[in-house]
């Protein structure tokens, strides 16, 4: 690192000093005086932080708009990507939509028995219902394993309980729902900045963890039926029926349209195959999460640096 | 000249023939008239002219149809009478014949005629021989009420069940005629056996036969019986199986009997609840039937309110799936459309 740099650094660390330091010397008249020293220095670390983010945002874009050196726009190829799915999660994607398709193609026939698809598929496809509902059975028991692994996989894995922390909806769900309809409307310039999980991801997560509750719990009752008032079997036999619809009809027109036909990924997005996202598709469909893994990597490499400087200084 | 020797043929032809049926009478008109077979079993060869003389073919000559006796006194073996001497399509005496011969010889009685079954019954053992009627006859053998007596003369034991069972009852003894005899069944020159797969008793069928009087447009609803047992089989597991021709599921007669279908209510029904854990529990069925498993309603109609909270829960469904859609659709729309008027502003 060459001198100017050193000092020019040096001076913007000092700058966003002296700002944090103003900042909260402005809000110092409003702040209630009972409130402890401590809370004031962390929000003031906090606003430093920010700053300290902002300005590197700020030097990198000017860095790569003006570099006579344009690794990024050129070489599009080694864009650097982010882990969205992890192997194990992609592997309970995988176990559930194979398992889903066999489900429906041997499910729907039976709701809509009067189609003449639907004989076709059961008599001369699967060679009768026999054999059709032997291999509804057997996705059944994959479905409940992707179940049962899912569980486990927010319980016991890091990245899982992470995930489905992130997963839980909040207040600002809502807020960015509205948020979009109103840029739908034209009555907003942009979209609202989504974190990990955007609004309509956690619908999507929801309403699968609604639908595996409904359908291995009717389907229970109707393969184990024998066991149960005939009643309970009638409700199960009408919701097993009804939110398999429900639930089809979700996924063709739904989730095909997010991962299929909507313009930006059409044919498909390979996201659940490979798991990864690109820098650019990161920083333009998840701005928020993005800013937090940039942020902890700057952290972390001057977390690293000072420890370096410290050790050189026990050193000497 | 010719004229006369026509007519002179004519008045001869007509005297013989009055002339040969009273030669038979000479004896078959006498009481007492039989035979002793070699097993000693006595048979009355007694014929009563006013039967005949009542029935369909009044007037007719016994040699129209005991054809093989042209002397007297005949062979003592006569072949059976064969009534498609005169009742074949375009005959000129204007015997009733529609393809209803074809029909019996396809059907299980014609087949076992001609595989040589000396049981096995040809027209007149159920229509009758001397006192054949119009079909349309109260007193024909063939007529609605007498019907299951006549297939009972060789189904006995069928007889007996049947006319216990809630048809019986409801015909013979309460003159319904609109409950079923054999033949509402099991039809009549077609009847099949239930093993055979186009017969009206297969299993692949009975609900349809059932349904004549049992499904929406049937004569049940007359008798406050309801109307919707078929549609509610249709929708039901077993129908919708039966509808991928799956044989093995259960069919109307599989749960209600057939020849001993009795009301619920009796005792000794098949789905009377003291029994319905027996039937749904038949070793190749539900042999694991619990009676709590047994006992609730069948037929169901989940879009009849009568049926509680399976009515409410597709109710619930049908909103959420309609509700969940359009506002799935509307999104994807609204995206859709940014996404062309943004494209279009050139960024």
Redesign the interface.
């Known amino acids: 690192m060459d001198e100017r740099t050193h000092n020019a650094q040096a001076k913007r660390e000092q700058i966003i000093e002296d700002l944090t330091k103003a900042i909260v010397d402005a809000a110092q008249p409003h702040i209630d005086p009972s409130t402890p020293r401590e809370e004031i220095d962390k929000r003031a670390k906090e606003i430093t932080e920010r700053l300290q983010f902002e300005s590197n945002i700020a030097l990198s874009e000017l860095v790569t708009r003006f570099s006579r050196i344009k690794p990024a726009t050129e070489q599009p190829a080694q864009e650097r990507t982010y882990i969205r799915f992890g192997r194990n999660f992609r592997a309970q994607h995988m176990l559930m939509f194979m398992s889903v398709i066999l489900l429906i193609l041997t499910g729907m026939?039976?709701k809509f028995?009067?189609f003449g698809i639907?004989?076709f598929m059961?008599?001369t496809v699967f060679g009768?219902?026999?054999n059709?509902t032997l291999i509804h059975r057997i996705a059944a028991v994959g479905l409940i394993i992707v179940g049962v692994w899912h569980v486990g996989y927010i319980a016991f894995s890091r990245m899982g309980r992470r995930d489905f922390w992130l997963m839980i909806p909040r207040p600002h769900d809502a807020k960015d729902f509205f948020h979009t309809?109103m840029?739908?409307?034209?009555r907003k310039p942009s979209g609202p900045k989504f974190g990990r999980f955007s609004f309509i991801e956690k619908f999507d997560y929801w309403?699968v963890y609604w639908g595996m509750v409904v359908m291995i719990g009717s389907g229970l009752i109707l393969w184990f039926?024998?066991?149960?008032?005939?009643?309970l079997?009638?409700?199960a036999?009408?919701?097993h029926s009804?939110?398999g619809?429900?639930a089809t009809?979700?996924i063709i027109?739904?989730h095909f349209?997010n991962v299929h036909f909507?313009?930006?990924v059409f044919p498909m997005s390979w996201v659940w195959w490979n798991g990864k996202l690109t820098e650019s598709q990161l920083k333009h469909h998840h701005p928020l999460e993005y800013a937090e893994i940039i942020n902890a990597e700057r952290k972390e490499v001057e977390l690293r640096a000072e420890k370096q400087s410290t050790g050189a200084e026990s050193e000497s | 000249m010719r004229m006369r020797v026509t007519l002179i043929l004519f008045i001869l032809t007509v005297a013989a023939s009055v002339a040969a049926q009273e030669r038979c009478l000479i004896c078959h008109a006498k009481p007492g008239f039989s035979r002793v077979e070699e097993t000693g079993r006595k048979i009355s060869l007694f014929i009563d002219t006013t039967i005949i003389g009542h029935s369909v073919h009044a007037g007719k000559l016994c040699t129209d149809c005991h054809v093989d006796v042209t002397t007297i006194p005949h062979a003592r073996e006569l072949a059976p009478v064969n009534c498609r001497r005169c009742h074949y399509s375009g005959n000129p005496v204007g015997a009733p014949q529609g393809e209803l011969y074809d029909q019996y010889a396809q059907s299980v009685h014609g087949q076992e005629v001609a595989g040589g079954n000396p049981k096995a019954p040809i027209c007149q053992d159920c229509h009758g021989s001397h006192d054949i009627k119009s079909h349309d006859s109260p007193d024909s053998r063939m007529a609605k009420m007498n019907r299951p007596k006549t297939c009972g003369g060789c189904h006995i034991e069928i007889y007996a069940t049947y006319r216990e069972s809630v048809h019986g009852v409801a015909l013979l003894r309460d003159s319904v005629m609109d409950s079923p005899d054999c033949a509402s069944c099991h039809g009549e020159h077609n009847i099949g056996r239930p093993t055979d797969t186009t017969s009206q008793v297969s299993p692949a069928h009975v609900s349809q036969t059932c349904g004549e009087c049992h499904g929406p447009m049937g004569v049940a609803s007359k008798y406050g019986i309801k109307s919707d047992r078929t549609t509610t089989f249709e929708d039901s597991f077993h129908g919708i199986a039966h509808q991928m021709e799956n044989r093995t599921v259960a069919n109307c007669a599989s749960c209600h009997g057939f020849h001993d279908i009795r009301p619920q209510d009796d005792p000794k029904s098949s789905i009377n609840t003291a029994n319905i854990v027996t039937t749904c529990g038949q070793s190749n069925c539900h042999p694991e039937a619990s009676v709590q498993f047994a006992s609730g309603k069948i037929h169901v109609d989940p879009h009849n309110k009568e049926s509680g909270l399976v009515y409410y829960i597709t109710k619930f469904f049908t909103i959420l799936t309609i509700g969940t859609l359009a506002g799935l659709f509307v999104f994807i729309v609204l995206d859709l459309f940014r996404r062309a008027q943004r494209s279009r502003s050139g960024k």
């Open positions: 026939p039976l028995p009067e639907s004989k059961i008599v009768g219902l026999q059709s309809l840029y739908y409307l034209g309403a039926k024998e066991m149960f008032n005939k009643g079997f009638d409700i036999r009408e919701a009804d939110e619809l429900l009809l979700a027109i739904w349209y909507n313009p930006e």
